[in-house]
Nanobody, 126 residues
């Protein structure tokens, strides 16, 4: 049984920063490709960022490129999402996802990930 758990959400003013963390257990963490997605109220869930198993490749949605950074520490079984210069439109529930399969360019698709966390709320006030 793979468990994915996020933490680090909260309320922050526009222009501020937050760092989300996510752990995945049940198998060697370094065997997972990891992704972050978000869902704002009334909207579809959307891709935010992806990181490969060795951190050699990272990908971002255009809306967060240059402001968010995904990273991982395999020794701590943790993936991070550092979010800087936050905007009110970044308000959403952020979910972490894991997959042990390689999907190439399909890293932004929800269906590429087998395991999901419950999500953590990020609220950015103006």
């Amino acid at each position: 049984q793979v468990q994915v758990v996020e933490s680090g959400g909260g309320l922050v003013q526009a222009g501020g920063s937050l760092r989300l963390s996510c752990t995945a257990s049940g198998r060697t963490f370094s065997s997972y490709y990891m992704g972050w997605f978000r869902q704002a109220p009334g909207k579809e869930r959307e891709f935010v960022a992806h990181i490969s198993r060795s951190s050699s490749d990272t990908y971002y949605a255009d809306s967060v490129k240059g402001r968010f950074t995904i990273s991982r520490d395999n020794a701590k079984n943790t993936v991070y999402l550092q979010m800087n210069s936050l905007k009110p439109e970044d308000t959403a529930v952020y979910s972490c996802a894991a997959t042990s399969a390689y999907y190439g360019r399909a890293y932004s698709r929800e269906s590429s990930y087998a395991y999901w966390g419950q999500g953590t709320q990020v609220t950015v006030s103006s």
